[in-house]
Nanobody
Framework: QVQLVESGGGSVQSGGSLRLSCAAA????????MAWFRQTPGKEREGVAA???????TYVDSVKGRFTISQDNAKNILSLQMNSLEHEETAMYSC????????????????????WGQGTQVTVSS
């Protein structure tokens, strides 16, 4: 099992920045994808950014150039730096992880994640 715990959410004005963190513990795999998702009530969950164990990143188009996903492998921490936040990005942000095959060298998709954190709320005021 893999346990994921998010932190860093809060309230910020439109145009502001926040940095989210996700600490991973337990039986963390050596080959994996980790990602950030967000969801607001009544809407489908949306993949925001993902990173592979080899460091390849994936972003949804709407956040490219503003959000940066990164990982500290030594500390098992996943981060999401969010700049120029918009009111419409108010949501519950969750981190997720999935195991990949040892030879996986591609970029991560936003599908089939099996491990999830509880989420951290991000509120962007207009």
């Amino acid at each position: 099992q893999v346990q994921l715990v998010e932190s860093g959410g809060g309230s910020v004005q439109s145009g502001g920045s926040l940095r989210l963190s996700c600490a991973a513990a337990g039986n963390t795999p050596s080959s994996y994808c980790m990602a950030w998702f967000r969801q607001t009530p009544g809407k489908e969950r949306e993949g925001v950014a993902a990173i592979s164990s080899r460091g390849l990143t994936t972003y949804v188009d709407s956040v490219k150039g503003r959000f940066t996903i990164s990982q500290d492998n030594a500390k098992n921490i996943l981060s999401l730096q969010m700049n120029s936040l918009e009111h419409e990005e108010t949501a519950m942000y969750s981190c997720a992880a999935k195991r990949t095959l040892w030879y996986f060298r591609g970029s991560c998709s936003f599908g089939e994640y099996g491990y999830w954190g509880q989420g951290t709320q991000v509120t962007v005021s207009s």
